[in-house]
């Protein structure tokens, strides 16, 4: 894993989302998650070089079948007029919590 993908696990874990850390760990709260075009300026969000990067994140921590996250992720950047390969910020909360977002 690189750096920058490390840095923004080891914040979740700090933020209560353990189950990121690994097999091992405890399961912590439901994790969830927004794209935006910009920065919501909290703790959790990360910036994403494009949307391969994002999916180099979501693989390593998420064995759900990955194709259908990838092509609900590319619809969503079309909503939001974004390009799969230019850079878009992701804003992470606890499931159950959108409308604070």
């Known amino acids: 894993m690189n750096d ?3 840095i923004i696990v080891e914040a979740l874990v700090r933020e209560g ?31 994403f070089d494009n949307l391969d990067h994002f999916v180099v994140f979501l693989k390593s921590h998420d064995d759900s079948d990955i194709e259908e996250k990838i092509a609900a992720l590319q619809a969503t950047l079309i909503q939001l007029d974004l390009d799969a390969k230019e850079f878009f910020w992701v804003n992470f909360f606890e499931k159950g919590m959108e409308e604070e977002m």
């Not at 405890?26 to 909290?42: A, E, H, M």
Request: no cysteine; hydrophobic share 30%.
């Open 4 to 6: 920058h993908l490390k």
């Open 17 to 47: 989302f353990p189950s990121l850390a690994g097999e091992n760990a405890p399961s912590g709260r439901p994790l969830d998650f927004k794209i935006t075009p910009y920065s919501l300026n909290t703790k959790l969000s990360f910036k």
